[in-house]
């Protein structure tokens, strides 16, 4: 099995060979420009690696790898617009760089290209390949209308976060697997068992993003620490604190969220809250139970170990990273 490094190489060298250089000019030169920022890469390495984890060559799998690489990016061009968020990976979102409208534009050719791509698949796996991808799709969407609705609503649990982040951001993980490991000669049952690990390593890859948006080392992580405190964003630590806190504060967080005034004191104030609560312990045990229940999945494939290994590793670089 090849690890994560040789196959990124591999995806990133086959990626910049596709031109997305057509007319007109202002509808794919944004889409050069999102591809080129670069990225973990992680989700088609993921499709990659379960393709030759039964047997598959992974050239089979890489238009189906490409397609999943390009739908992510969409997915971020109007996340982008959606958050008003100013850069990417530290350089100018679509829209700050051209506009609303090319930015939206360029998305949607970004999925469509994404279809293009799926397309490619051989006729007998083509079916079930254009479902999982469809599925898959449309639960992204409806995660990121969650995450809009929870900005307003202020009554939410950790049970609905977990399921908004498992939408917007697991089931592609879970996804990518599975692709590859259709394409690869897997039985749907074994095609199963991957996704399931996929998924619980993406809830784990997404509480750990949480965790270090507060707790993280900027100098590591590689940007500013705070920014989900400062913008009110209900994630797991906010509404864990709020389920274990006492009334007054749980008041306290409540008033913090209330007011967007003060922000390195805010950020100084909430932190320490999450801290006395230990937040931060909390969620290093929830990451470790989805990292728990992907290895039960895994476990299922009857698969030497040795060949499982590149997955587990790949895992373990999405949850123990530090940025």
């Not at 039985?187 to 965790?211: T, V, W």
Request: aromatic share 10%.
């Amino acid at each position: 099995m090849k690890g994560y490094e040789e196959l990124y190489a591999y995806f990133e060298t086959n990626l910049k060979q596709q031109a997305f250089d057509n007319e007109p000019s202002e509808l794919y030169a944004p889409i050069q420009y999102t591809l080129a920022l670069g990225g973990k890469r992680i989700r088609p390495v993921l499709t990659l690696m379960a393709c030759e984890l039964f047997g598959g060559q992974i050239e089979k799998a890489l238009p189906q790898a490409i397609a999943i690489e390009l739908f992510h990016n969409f997915t971020l061009i109007h996340d982008d617009i959606m958050d008003d968020a100013p850069l990417r990976r530290g350089k100018k979102t679509v829209f700050k760089k051209w506009n609303n409208n090319i930015a939206v534009l360029s998305g949607d050719t970004l999925f469509a290209l994404a279809y293009q791509y799926v397309q490619k698949t051989e006729v007998n796996i083509l079916p079930i390949t254009l479902s999982v991808f469809n599925k898959t799709a449309i639960e992204v969407c409806e995660g990121q209308q969650f995450d809009l609705n929870f900005e307003t609503e202020n009554d939410l649990s950790v049970d609905q976060y977990t399921e908004m982040i498992r939408l917007k951001t697991a089931v592609l993980f879970g996804a990518s697997l599975k692709i590859g490991a259709l394409i690869g000669g897997a039985n749907n049952e074994d095609a199963e068992s991957l996704y399931n690990f996929g998924q619980n390593i993406g809830l784990g890859f997404q509480l750990k993003d949480d965790l270090l948006d507060t707790f993280g080392d900027e100098k590591i992580f590689g940007k500013k620490t705070g920014v989900d405190i400062i913008l009110n964003k209900k994630t797991f630590l906010y509404l864990k604190a709020l389920e274990i806190a006492d009334d007054e504060t749980r008041n306290k967080l409540v008033d913090f969220y209330n007011n967007d005034s003060k922000q390195e004191e805010k950020f100084r104030e909430v932190k320490a809250i999450f801290s006395r609560l230990k937040i931060d312990q909390l969620a290093l045990e929830k990451i470790d139970e989805y990292c728990k229940m992907g290895k039960e999945s895994l476990a299922k494939i009857n698969l030497n170990t040795e060949k499982k290994e590149s997955l587990l590793a790949v895992a373990h670089r999405m949850i123990d990273r530090e940025k």
